[in-house]
Structure formats: C-alpha cells, structure tokens
C-alpha cells in the first residue's frame, strides 16, 4: 500500500474530469472524464461527482484503503472549511454540501477547493510555478479567473474569494459582464469578449471566414475556430484576439505594479492555442507596466494543461491531512 495516492476531481459547468494521482510527484494514474448536462435537482452534481469516482475505482482497480483523500475543484465559490458549494453555474440553490456525502460514500476525508484555485496549486507544484515563491496564475477561457502565490503561499483573502481578476474594474460603465457590473477586464479579455466582439462585426457586415463557427444567438466560439481563423489571416479575427490581449494587459500590469511577482502564468484553452494572444500579451504588459518590473517579471504558459484541475485538487489534500 503506498500512501502517497489521492483522488482529484476537477468540476466544470460541462464536465467532470477525475484522475488518481501520486501527490508526491505528480504522476497521474487514471482518469476520467463525463461531459455533464445541467440538472433541475442540485443533489445531481454530488451524484454525477461519486459516479465519476466509482467508475475511476471500478477502471483502475485501485481500492479505496490505497487512497488517502479526495480532493475536489469546482467552478463557483466554496466555504472550504464547510465542504459548502456556495455558489455556481450549475447549482440552482446554493449552500450545496459537497464533501460530506462524498466522504461518507467512499469512506475518505474530501476536501473542496475552487476550480481556479485547485489548478494554481497544481502549477505550484508541479508545473510552472515551481521553485517560484511569487506568482500570479491566469486562465482565460469563457471567463477570467486567477491564483495568487506570495512567499510560497496561495492567498485565499478574507472572505475567501481573492484572485477575481476578471472582475477588476477597466472601464468606468463600460460593457456589461457576467457578475452584473460593468467594464471589467473579463467582459473585454475571456474568449466569450473575443466572440461577442466578433459578433458585432460580422452585424455590421464585415467578411470573416468564422460566421459559420459562431452561435450567432449567445457568441459562443471554440478557441480552435479562433486560431484556424487566424491561420487563414481573417483581419476581423485578428483585430479581435489582439484587441482582448492588450485588455489582459492593462488589467495585469497593475499587478506587476502592486505586488511585483517574479512570474506571470497563463492558462486556459485560449492561450494553449492562440499563440496571437500570448505573445501580443507579452509585448503589450511590458509597454503597459513600469519599467523595471515590466523588464524583469517572466511570462510564461501554464504547463499542466486540461490536467492542472485534477492533479491540484489531489494535491490540496495534503494541506489538510
Ligand atoms: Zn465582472
């Protein structure tokens, strides 16, 4: 029996991704992974939780005495002390306990973390941010979410909900957003932003190869469509996808600014594909930061990929046991 293998369960609006993983070094040895639809009744996602985790068990034949802990991260907000999903996409009532039938199911301890912070500790300690004491983790995708490392520590803040980037204000009553305020960074840097532009344009009569690609009705747009765009040079797609980097920018060189980190880190869908994005990031938060840290913090991509989420929230674990 090794005691060095936790569950990890990264929970998304669409999916349910689960893998069994070495939290020592990292190693994923099993997954799996359910798209999921929304459900009228909010014990459903518990139950779609434990059925991924039985059938990750019943396909890897590992038993649930060589599995320490469960970990879970879901897309919303959480109290971790109370394994509570408080908030989400795909809850309808909020307060959902999570942990507890999930513990008492399987017999382990289960612990909750949010999504975007379960994939920050993944890139913590085994992908971009190691050996790094202070960074800042980014993913793009529909929306923008962040972790925050300072001297080696994940800042979770005082209600428990630091590192909403996406939400810091950019433009005084600018374009709505999802959080109901206006004008913040992920209403003009997310993928959604990129495809709602793009939908404007194609409104007002402009010729882009992506019209086909596009659910014209919510702007909703695959960031493999966006990138095979540019690779054929569709001028609307391009202004576009430059037009949200330098967004992203404005937003994080004020981090440069105040915290100073040694390392930027993005992640997501969109910057896996779209090297237009990252670069013009890149170039656009030196000019928009100051000099010094602006020169000297590193920019890099996340490592881990689709699998951060999973080996993350089998490393949060270990904070707990
Ligand atoms: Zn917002």
Avoid: W
Avoid at 11 to 26: E, R, Y
């Amino acid at each position: 029996m090794t005691h060095n293998l936790a569950i990890g369960c990264d929970i998304g609006g669409t999916k349910i991704a689960s893998g069994i993983v070495n939290t020592q070094t990292g190693a994923i040895i099993a997954t799996t992974r359910k798209k999921t639809k929304a459900s009228d009744n909010d014990l459903d996602l518990v139950k779609k939780i434990e059925n991924s985790i039985d059938e990750l068990l019943l396909e890897s034949k590992i038993k649930t005495s060589d599995i320490t802990a469960i970990g879970l991260g879901i897309a919303g907000m959480v109290d971790r002390s109370k394994g509570i999903l408080l908030e989400a996409a795909n809850i309808k009532t909020g307060n959902l306990s999570i942990t507890e039938p999930i513990s008492q199911k399987f017999k382990i301890p289960a612990y909750l973390g949010n999504d975007v912070e379960v994939a920050t500790i993944g890139e913590m300690h085994f992908g971009a941010g190691q050996n790094c004491e202070n960074f800042h983790c980014i993913f793009v995708g529909t929306g923008i979410g962040s972790g925050l490392v300072i001297n080696n520590k994940l800042i979770q803040g005082f209600t428990g909900t630091a590192g909403e980037i996406g939400h810091i204000m950019l433009i005084p009553n600018g374009k709505i957003c999802g959080c109901g305020n206006y004008g913040c960074l992920e209403a003009y840097a997310s993928r959604l932003a990129i495809s709602k532009n793009i939908l404007k344009y194609i409104n007002k009569g402009y010729e882009t190869c992506i019209t086909d690609k596009i659910d014209l009705d919510k702007g909703i747009l695959r960031s493999k469509a966006i990138t095979d765009a540019i690779s054929k040079n569709d001028k609307v797609v391009i202004n576009c996808v430059l037009e949200a980097s330098n967004f992203l920018a404005m937003g994080i060189s004020s981090v440069l600014n105040l915290i100073n980190p040694e390392k930027i880190i993005l992640g997501g869908g969109l910057i896996d594909v779209c090297d237009l994005y990252f670069q013009n990031f890149c170039n656009q938060l030196k000019y928009y930061s100051l000099k010094i840290p602006g020169k000297k913090t590193i920019v890099q991509k996340a490592q881990l990929g689709d699998f951060a989420g999973i080996i993350g929230a089998a490393k949060l674990t270990q904070f707990y046991l």
